[in-house]
């Protein structure tokens, strides 16, 4: 089992910027692609925002390309997700995720809010 847990969400005005980090832990080993994925509203399905594979190939949602950037620390198993240029669309609770072994994990998710 792994465990996800987030951090870095909070209230910040347009065009402001934001981290998040995600730290895994439990059976850490073999941890495969890394990401982050958002939830608008409840009962709203989760898009993703950025993936990130081990060997840091990263993939990008066309909304969020050239002003988020996903990175990782495979020593710390721990992913990133800077967000520069924010827009109040980017409010959303955000996930964290990672593949192991053909499992999915998901952290429990830290809330994004971007607003005047």
């Known amino acids: 089992q792994v465990q996800l847990a987030e951090s870095g969400g909070g209230l910040v005005h347009p065009g402001g910027s934001l981290r998040l980090s995600c730290a895994a832990s439990?059976?850490?080993?073999?941890?495969?692609?890394m990401g982050w994925y958002r939830q608008v509203a409840p009962g709203k399905q989760r898009e993703l925002v950025a993936?990130?594979?081990?060997?840091?190939?990263?993939v990008y949602s066309d909304s969020v390309k050239g002003r988020f950037t996903i990175s990782r620390d495979n020593a710390k198993n721990t992913v990133y997700l800077q967000m520069n240029s924010l827009k109040p669309e980017d409010t959303a609770i955000y996930f964290c995720n990672c593949n192991q072994f053909g499992s999915t994990y998901w952290g429990q998710g830290t809330q994004v809010t971007v607003s005047s």
């Open positions: 993936t990130i594979s081990r060997g840091i190939y990263a």
């Open positions: 439990g059976s850490i080993f073999s941890i495969n692609t």
